[in-house]
């Protein structure tokens, strides 16, 4: 059982790649006092396939994820070099994941940090009957991207703490990528302590 006694000895709470419900009502209050100490949250790929009717964590995490398609390589854009572990990132990179098309913002002043260029992978998807209709029916789940600006990476702050979401990671083998390191171990940094985006 999480409880905020178990959690207020750390600074920062990683989800890495869950999904559907992971916690109780006690859990998510707990968590929910871990963030409004002023602590921080790390959010990688699946965690905003996680927990879609709790409305607080929605928010907490900026946007939820909707429907992918099939791994690809792409070029991504690094929107802001003064956030830690982007500095030395040029300014487009390519990479290999599997590309979230995400729903709208869920809360306002997220600060994006990485975008994925869409005229460089395909993002047409069709996922069969995985709408339920009220009749019972189902219908497909059609994915067709987001268009001229498809978010990957953002923070912001919330509720008295910190949040940091990437939507890469979903390769085993990216973990041993230099650069996903750099830009997993400055969004930690941020989330637990705040610190480290260059003002100047």
């Not at 098309?101 to 975008?115: D, K």
């Not at 189902?138 to 067709?144: E, I, N, W």
């Not at 650069?179 to 997993?184: A, G, I, R, S, T």
């Amino acid at each position: 059982l999480l409880t905020y006694e178990i959690l207020k000895g750390f600074d920062a709470i990683i989800l890495l790649s869950t999904s559907a419900d992971i916690f109780d009502d006690q859990e998510q209050a707990a968590f929910e006092k871990f963030i409004q100490s002023g602590k921080g949250f790390v959010g990688i790929h699946a965690a905003s396939d996680t927990e879609y009717e709790w409305e607080w964590y929605t928010k907490l995490v900026g946007r939820m994820f909707v429907i992918h398609p099939v791994i690809q390589t792409a070029k991504i854009n690094i929107l802001n070099h003064k956030f830690p572990g982007l500095e030395h990132f040029p300014d487009r990179l390519l990479f290999t994941d599997e590309w979230y098309q995400f729903g709208e913002e869920n809360v306002s002043g997220l600060n994006y940090l990485l975008t994925v260029d869409e005229s460089t992978f395909n993002p047409n998807v069709t996922w069969k009957d995985r709408i339920i209709n009220e009749d019972g029916s189902k219908s497909d789940l059609v994915g067709k991207g987001m268009g001229d600006f498809h978010p990957i990476s953002w923070y912001h702050e919330f509720d008295g703490g910190r949040s940091f979401f990437t939507a890469l990671g979903h390769l085993g083998l990216v973990y041993e990528n230099p650069w996903f390191l750099e830009h997993l171990y400055g969004g930690i940094y941020y989330a637990a302590t705040g610190k480290g985006i260059d003002k100047d």
